[in-house]
């Protein structure tokens, strides 16, 4: 079982959807919590960071930890097009060497 | 002005050769690390060097050799290249112990053995 746990989609919504990743993971030692974003063949853009349990936002984007369920959430809110693209849940236990899940693809149809 | 860059974007090689991919962060931050995302676009991490330091090394096999002549830069060398090395090396760069956790990514070198 790997430590971290992505649906890899492909995941399909029309412009204006809300849409909800989600990661689960079995390590409770995880601390550290980001989205990253990443474009074919570009390089993981950091979206989210978020420090144990807890709600961010920032903009069209939100993202959850429960840190008792091992589960983090992000949602983004009046997607677009430009939103299609890998979503990478990245991990860290604060030993700074980041765990990824294997990613979701998503499609924003216009 | 990009944060974080490598060198060279996409590297063609055959088997058996040595070659090195160069990174520079200019973020001003003390630890850098490099990656690997297979062709099943998994990431998983291969090193990371806090100030010049070696601090991780994710049992990878000992032909990858890191090397950071400042804090500001971090190359990889690989020697004796095999089919199964193919794939993304990423570098990123992030604050060192005490400060935030977020790491950032270069755009990443594609290498390709043959």
């Known amino acids: 079982q790997k430590e971290v746990e992505q649906d890899p989609g492909p995941l399909s919504v029309p412009e204006g959807a809300i849409v909800s990743l989600n990661c689960t993971y079995s390590n409770s030692a995880f601390q550290y919590f980001m989205w990253y974003r990443q474009y074919s063949r570009k390089g993981p853009e950091l979206l989210m960071y978020?420090?144990?349990?807890g709600n961010k936002e920032d903009g069209r984007f939100t993202a959850q930890v429960d840190k008792s369920s091992k589960y983090i959430s992000l949602f983004i809110r009046d997607s677009q097009p430009s939103d299609s693209a890998t979503y990478l849940c990245a991990m860290d236990t604060g030993r700074r060497a980041l765990t990824f899940g294997s990613g979701t693809r998503l499609q924003v149809q216009p | 002005d990009t944060a974080v860059s490598q060198t060279p974007k996409y590297l063609v090689t055959q088997m058996g050769n040595d070659k090195s991919i160069k990174c520079e962060q200019n973020?001003?931050?003390?630890?850098m690390y490099w990656y690997k995302q297979d062709s099943k676009k998994f990431l998983k991490i291969m090193f990371s060097?806090?100030?010049?330091?070696?601090?991780i090394n994710e049992t990878v096999p000992n032909r990858f050799s890191p090397k950071s002549p400042d804090k500001a830069h971090l190359n990889l060398h690989i020697n004796s290249l095999e089919l199964g090395d193919s794939a993304v090396y990423f570098c990123a760069s992030s604050h060192a112990a005490g400060l935030s956790y977020e790491q950032y990514f270069g755009p990443g070198t594609r290498l390709t053995v043959t």
């Open positions: 973020l001003g931050h003390d630890t």
């Open positions: 978020t420090y144990s349990s």
């Open positions: 060097y806090n100030n010049k330091e070696l601090i």
